[in-house]
């Protein structure tokens, strides 16, 4: 089954971000465009942890137990690892270059904030040194639990979904030092929960289009009231429930009504992992042109612009012929 609408919404997820750090290209004299806009466009983040989990049980939910579990766990954690690292590992070299800084990463603090960003591991700080890889922590973690709940095979859903309910519930009694602890009991653990939930439940079950219809509507309008603002997301369940019905929205669109989706706004979903990591080097790149006034709308449609070109090279000579030959070199 094609999920294309899915697809779809990660494009329109990871070009949310873009916006997110591109709006005070729109923020004009006396109109605040770009926060109006896009001041909440950061919860494209958790929409991507939602889809994550549900990616990941709607790939391996006819998996061969059969076979060694050991082997069919070292095979998850293989394309995981190749989907992943190449492109992150990639920019996060080039973001050190930028500003002489470059040899200050191989001694010292320096040395040791690089190993924990290409390890996905948090530090004190707030961002690894590609700032957009604190999202990336996340997903890691996820994917080791993930891989993980393989060795309780029919029974996998239980332990993962029991793991990361228990982490975040000791995350509200207890706050915890540790950057990595921090993690491991966030509450942003519970979006992959939801995805992995939304699979099992559209895998068991047919929902009425009279439902979906519903429920799509509701999902689409009060996330666009979240993003405009106009509906307060402070409290973390509000949060939760808003984004996981958007996105719940979206699943419809594959499950119960069948639409085939656009072609362009599902090749933004292909290069969305491109787009996402690697828009910061255009806003770099662009820092040092000074536009005024009402011009300011087309300079940041040009950003977009210029993202989704860059995003679709990363996307062909990176993400697509690396990933292809670490997939037969390490026959995954």
Not at 127 to 142: D, Y
Request: with cysteine; net charge positive.
């Amino acid at each position: 089954m094609k999920l294309n609408n899915l697809q779809i919404l990660r494009g329109i997820s990871a070009l949310l971000v873009c916006c997110f750090h591109f709006r005070d290209t729109i923020n004009l004299p006396g109109l605040n465009l770009g926060d109006f806009l896009f001041k909440k466009g950061s919860i494209g983040v958790p929409v991507f942890f939602i889809i994550s989990g549900f990616i990941m049980a709607f790939t391996t939910q006819k998996i061969n137990f059969s076979k060694d579990t050991f082997q069919q766990i070292t095979l998850f954690y293989k394309r995981r690892v190749i989907r992943i690292v190449p492109l992150y590992y990639l920019l996060t070299f080039a973001a050190i270059i930028p500003g002489g800084v470059f040899f200050l990463y191989f001694h010292g603090e320096g040395l040791y904030e690089l190993i924990h960003s290409l390890l996905f591991l948090p530090t004190q700080k707030e961002f690894p040194v590609l700032f957009l890889g604190w999202s990336l922590n996340f997903e890691m973690f996820f994917y080791l639990i993930f891989g993980l709940s393989l060795f309780f095979k029919e029974k996998r859903y239980y332990f993962i979904v029991g793991f990361f309910i228990l982490t975040s519930i000791l995350g509200y009694i207890i706050h915890f030092d540790s950057p990595y602890l921090k993690m491991v009991t966030h509450s942003l653990n519970l979006y992959f929960v939801v995805g992995i939930l939304f699979a099992l439940l559209l895998n068991k079950y047919t929902i009425p289009k009279n439902w979906a219809a519903i429920i799509s509507v509701i999902g689409i309008l009060s996330f666009i009231l979240v993003l405009l603002g106009i509906i307060p997301i402070d409290n973390d369940w509000v949060k939760l429930a808003i984004i996981s019905t958007f996105v719940f929205s979206f699943l419809t669109f594959d499950y119960i009504f069948h639409w085939k989706g656009n072609k362009l706004l599902i090749f933004l979903g292909d290069i969305s992992y491109s787009l996402y990591l690697s828009h910061p080097f255009v806003e770099i790149v662009l820092k040092r042109f000074k536009v005024e006034g009402y011009l300011n709308i087309s300079f940041f449609l040009l950003k977009i612009v210029l993202v989704i070109m860059v995003a679709s090279l990363l996307y062909y000579f990176v993400e697509k012929k690396v990933t292809h030959y670490l997939k037969i070199k390490l026959k995954a």
